[in-house]
């Protein structure tokens, strides 16, 4: 079965609704999907209308079955969502901060993260892989990992980089890797979630 792997457009925005309800059948349980779908939708809305950001997709029989959001220059990416579009969050996740009222200080400590993935190098931040649970197994996150790794120009930006629990988390990390990822650190985040940091180089070192 042919599986299509690209990048979508700026104008292709009727995507990011089944791009967000696809993150929410993959992870369930995980902070970003309790902030409801609308925050997911918003949140995927700036990755494709974002200059230095974008989607990529893989497409089976024209349904999306996996995804990687991307940016170019991250901390700019937290500062413009701040900016632009700080108050749309609010009311996108103001359901959920009643419900749980501790996911306040989360929220604002992660529109805080600008400062925090700041790196010396230029780099490309994988912020977000998925691929639909009922697909798992036929290869597509290897397919879109290998696609990002042929757009990004290793000559102007130095490696690829990406976050992912560490604990409670196997397949999910020896998954990167197997894709040639190679572990920068572990730390444990505010609120206790131990972490693991990746970066990708063409020749395996970083």
Do not use: W
């Not at 209308?49 to 959001?69: L, P, Q």
């Not at 413009?80 to 996911?103: D, M, Q, R």
């Not at 976050?163 to 990390?173: F, G, H, I, M």
């Amino acid at each position: 079965m042919m599986v299509h792997i690209r990048e979508l457009e700026h104008s292709e925005a009727n995507y990011v609704e089944s791009i967000s309800e696809l993150h929410k059948r993959a992870f369930p349980d995980f902070f970003l999907t309790k902030l409801g779908v609308s925050f997911l939708r918003t949140l995927y809305r700036c990755y494709l209308e974002n200059e230095d950001s974008g989607i990529i997709i893989a497409e089976e029989k024209g349904k999306i079955v996996g995804f990687i959001a991307y940016s170019y220059d991250y901390p700019n990416f937290y500062k413009s969502l701040i900016k632009e579009h700080l108050l749309e969050f609010a009311l996108c996740s103001l359901k959920a901060a009643v419900i749980h009222p501790s996911f306040t200080k989360r929220i604002l400590r992660a529109f805080k993260k600008s400062e925090s993935v700041i790196k010396e190098e230029p780099y490309v931040e994988l912020a977000s892989i998925c691929v639909d649970p009922r697909a798992e197994g036929k290869g597509y996150g290897s397919m879109l990992i290998n696609y990002i790794k042929a757009k990004v120009n290793f000559n102007k930006y130095a490696y690829i980089n990406l976050e992912t629990d560490a604990e409670n988390n196997k397949n999910v990390n020896i998954f990167y890797i197997k894709n040639g990822f190679q572990i920068e650190r572990t730390f444990t985040t505010a609120e206790g979630r131990k972490m693991n940091e990746y970066r990708y180089l063409p020749g395996g070192s970083c």
